[in-house]
């Protein structure tokens, strides 16, 4: 489970996530990560979107991956995989993780290794 202060929590942070982050996928989630420290320094982006306390993650499970039942267990096991994660990235960043449909089949170790790859894939995109 995430704590609340690592939880995307408004449409405005995962509308400005998906718009201002890089994004990079793999084969079972497409992942978008974007820095919000980047509006603190004049590069674009809202001042009223940036916050700290650690990383923030936000998902989206759509019913391409599969019914109400399949979504949720989908749902638990990327808040679970992104609670791993959290400690790797900078308290500044927000993510926003899309499930693909084969995510539904995958185990929670592909899970886990796709959303390392495709965070790590956005960050040599940004520039880290």
């Not at 995989?81 to 790797?88: F, L, N, P, Q, T």
């Amino acid at each position: 489970m995430l704590p609340a202060q690592n939880k995307l929590n408004s449409s405005v942070q995962f509308r400005t996530t998906m718009r201002n982050g890089r994004r990079a996928g793999s084969k079972t989630l497409v992942v978008h990560l974007w820095d919000s420290a980047e509006s603190l320094d004049g590069s674009g982006g809202s001042t009223e979107i940036a916050s700290t306390g650690g990383p923030r993650f936000g998902l989206i499970v759509s019913k391409a991956v599969g019914n109400a039942v399949v979504r949720h267990r989908t749902s638990r096991r990327l808040r679970h995989v992104c609670s791993k994660i959290a400690a790797e990235l900078s308290p500044t960043d927000f993510v926003v993780v899309r499930a693909l449909a084969p995510s539904a089949e995958a185990s929670s170790r592909d899970l886990e290794k796709d959303l390392v790859l495709a965070v790590n894939k956005a960050r040599r995109v940004r520039g880290k």
